[in-house]
């Protein structure tokens, strides 16, 4: 998943959550200040219709009558994590997020697309994992990503036996930690992947 995409992305997510039996759904509950100005980064770009951008909204996106677990931190606790970077890093955070918002939402996706990026099929776990190393990644991840397992855990341990479909609604920086998670501890093993397309380039 991801925070903006093209409304057509969303529309497909849709479909797919509909044939599911449960939806474990990111998103940080409650508001702070740390948090919202980091959220203008991604919240600005749909505010320019040429963009042809939407944000994630869960009135687009969820069924209706799919039950959703939300197991995420509260804005308080994100904000207590971001507190644990050294102070200038926190700062330019607060400060960056705000203007690379302005940059994407003036100049599109293209701002922050390499025209020669190249997708792979099922990444490099390995590969995933080193880009997710730094401090900042793991204040943003690392309490949010145990929660997240903890949830699938609970569900292993109750419904293991059901033949059910469950849907983990996470951006992809959070996909390192469920894959080996999951792994560790249940022996859940990635069978296939269907990748979805989230804007085309004008």
């Known amino acids: ?77 994100a904000v207590e994590d971001l507190k644990a970077l050294p102070r200038w890093m926190y700062v330019l955070l607060l400060v960056g997020a705000p203007v690379m918002g302005l940059v994407f939402a003036l100049r599109g996706p ?39 397992l903890d949830a699938l855990g609970e569900i292993h341990t109750e419904r293991g036996a059901e033949p059910i479909r469950v849907a983990v609604v996470y951006g992809a920086g959070h996909v390192p930690a469920i894959v080996s998670g999951l792994w560790d501890r249940y022996g859940y093993r990635p069978r296939a992947a269907e990748w979805l397309t989230v804007l085309v380039q004008a």
């Open 110 to 148: 293209r701002a922050f697309l390499d025209e020669d990026m190249v997708v792979e099929d099922l990444p490099s776990t390995l590969r995933a994992e080193m880009t997710a190393d730094g401090p900042v990644e793991h204040a943003m991840t690392a309490r949010r990503d145990q929660r997240l």
């Open 1 to 77: 998943m991801l925070h903006v995409a093209s409304p057509t992305f969303y529309s497909q997510v849709r479909l797919r959550l509909r044939e599911c039996d449960l939806i474990v759904l990111e998103g940080i509950r409650g508001k702070a200040v740390g948090v919202s100005a980091l959220t203008l980064a991604y919240r600005f770009a749909p505010r320019r219709r040429r963009n042809d951008l939407q944000e994630q909204r869960e009135d687009l996106l969820l069924p209706d009558d799919v039950p959703v677990v939300n197991p995420d931190v509260t804005a308080a606790e």
